[in-house]
């Protein structure tokens, strides 16, 4: 089975610095898709970017990007000058392309962003 | 658009207590599910549906049941809630037959005493 592995439940960061989240997941398969997703304290779950794993080409998304080491199965996020609305619980997730039915989410990662 | 709606966003139970979680999306997404959101273990899929009449459960479907009588909506009902229940609940939907992002409802707040 897969698992999503956060292993760092809160980072805090700077205004206008730079912060990464990391993820690490377990599959044995070689076609799938993961994801982040922001969720602030408004509840709603907002995709924030995603990676096919074909591609070797990290995925990029404005302030937002990605480090996908496929080999070693690590998938985090780089946010670049935070702003204070990048405050929020971070999940990472994952999603076989064989089974695309089902989402696996990671624990989460509670940002603060400072001023 | 309204993009996927659920209903209530509060709600609390006694123990035993059946009740319906209701969500909508009018995106015409053929696929439809729910998630359970409990601390420290981020979201976990209760059921899902890849269409009107067909469901399937996920990795927490004990004590809850789902049906799918349109494209449009998918509820999901509590029997008798247990505490164990008391969780946030996602509903979620996107095109079956890509790709692509989940789209979510805002949540619902299940509180059983």
């Known amino acids: 089975a897969q698992t999503v592995t956060q292993s760092q439940p809160e980072m805090s960061v700077q205004e206008a610095e730079t912060v990464t989240l990391s993820c690490t997941y377990d599959?044995?398969?070689?076609?799938?898709?993961l994801f982040w997703y922001k969720q602030p304290p408004s509840r709603q779950m907002i995709l924030v970017i995603r990676q096919e794993a074909y591609k070797q080409q990290n995925a990029t998304e404005n302030r937002f990007s990605v480090n996908f080491q496929k080999a070693a199965k690590s998938f985090s996020l780089k946010i670049s000058d935070s702003q204070l609305g990048d405050a929020a619980m971070y999940f990472c997730a994952y999603r076989s392309d064989y089974n695309t039915d089902k989402l696996i989410f990671g624990t989460g990662t509670r940002l603060q962003v400072f001023p | 658009n309204a993009g996927v709606t659920q209903t209530p966003k509060f709600q609390v139970l006694k123990t035993g207590q059946s009740m319906t979680l209701q969500c909508a999306q009018d995106?015409?997404?053929?696929?439809m599910s729910w998630y359970r959101q409990d601390p420290g273990m981020g979201l976990r899929l209760i059921h899902y549906?890849?269409?009107?009449?067909?469901?399937d459960q996920g990795e927490v479907p004990n004590g809850y049941n789902v049906s799918r009588s349109t494209t449009e909506d998918f509820p999901l009902r509590l029997l008798s809630a247990a505490p164990s229940q008391t969780s946030v609940y996602f509903c979620a939907s996107r095109p079956h037959r890509e790709t692509g992002e989940l789209f979510f409802g805002e949540g619902s707040r299940l509180t059983v005493l």
């Open positions: 995106m015409n997404h053929e696929y």
């Open positions: 549906s890849v269409g009107a009449g067909i469901t």
């Open positions: 599959t044995s398969e070689s076609d799938y898709y």
